[in-house]
């Protein structure tokens, strides 16, 4: 059973900066992983923020974030990070970690595709 566990959540003026940690278990050795963050605004659907694949750390970004956050992870740690820089006041969220096994190499931020999800973390940003 993999299991998720963020942290690092907090608040932060529009500008400013938060790294997202998450502590992974449960898949022991295994590659072939697509592990990503999420998040969901109050009234909003959650979205994909970004995602990496675990065998060759290719990553995957949603247009919102590029150039401001950073995916990576430790495999050695079984961690998972998110470095968001020059936040703004619509990053504000409720933050999640998720994995899904994936055959391949692409890893689409899907909500309906990641199986696993931890129980999140909030980030707000004030202006």
């Known amino acids: 059973q993999v299991q998720l566990v963020e942290s690092g959540g907090g608040s932060v003026q529009a500008g400013g900066s938060l790294k997202l940690s998450c502590a992974a278990s449960?898949?022991?050795?295994?590659?072939?992983?697509?592990l990503g963050w999420f998040r969901q605004a109050p009234g909003k659907e959650r979205e994909g923020v970004a995602a990496v694949y675990r065998g060759d750390s290719s990553t995957f970004y949603a247009d919102s974030v590029k150039g401001r956050f950073t995916i990576s992870q430790d495999n050695a740690k079984n961690t998972l990070y998110l470095q968001m820089n020059s936040l703004k006041p619509e990053d504000t969220a409720m933050y999640y970690c998720a994995a899904r096994w994936s055959l391949t190499k692409s890893c689409r931020l899907t909500v309906a595709d990641f199986a696993y999800w931890g129980q999140g973390t909030q980030v707000t940003v004030s202006s």
């Open positions: 449960g898949y022991g050795t295994y590659v072939t992983y697509c």
